[in-house]
């Protein structure tokens, strides 16, 4: 298994979430982390990216109430999620893009948010 997933699950619409994503130590030169999402019936679509250099990009929606960082001494990327909604209810997917392009996605978690 290259990536391990963890944190999802229910939640109350306002409440939090930490997903955690650890990659495998046979995964060298780790450029990219990052989290994509996918809802029941729509496309697979990028949550949030954190680079080497720390620097981060996050999907409009979910901007001012996500948190992406990462541990390299762990390989670890992890998204903290507040003030979640409804519209947040997707399977979440972890990704990690090395320097020679090569991806790794992760199994996805399940997180689903009550109204």
């Known amino acids: 298994v290259q990536l391990v997933e963890s944190g999802g699950g229910l939640v109350q619409a306002g409440g939090s979430l930490r997903l955690s994503c650890a990659a495998s130590r046979n995964i060298f030169s780790i450029k990219t982390m990052g989290w994509y999402r996918q809802a029941p019936g729509k496309q697979r679509e990028l949550v949030a990216t954190?680079?080497?250099?720390?620097?981060?990009n996050y999907a409009d929606s979910v901007k001012g109430r996500f948190t992406i960082s990462r541990d390299n001494a762990k390989n670890t990327v992890y998204l903290q999620m507040n003030s979640l909604k409804p519209e947040d209810t997707a399977v979440y997917y972890c990704k990690v893009l090395t320097i020679v392009r090569i991806d790794y996605w992760g199994q996805g978690t399940q997180v689903t948010v009550s109204s």
């Open positions: 954190i680079d080497t250099d720390s620097s981060t």
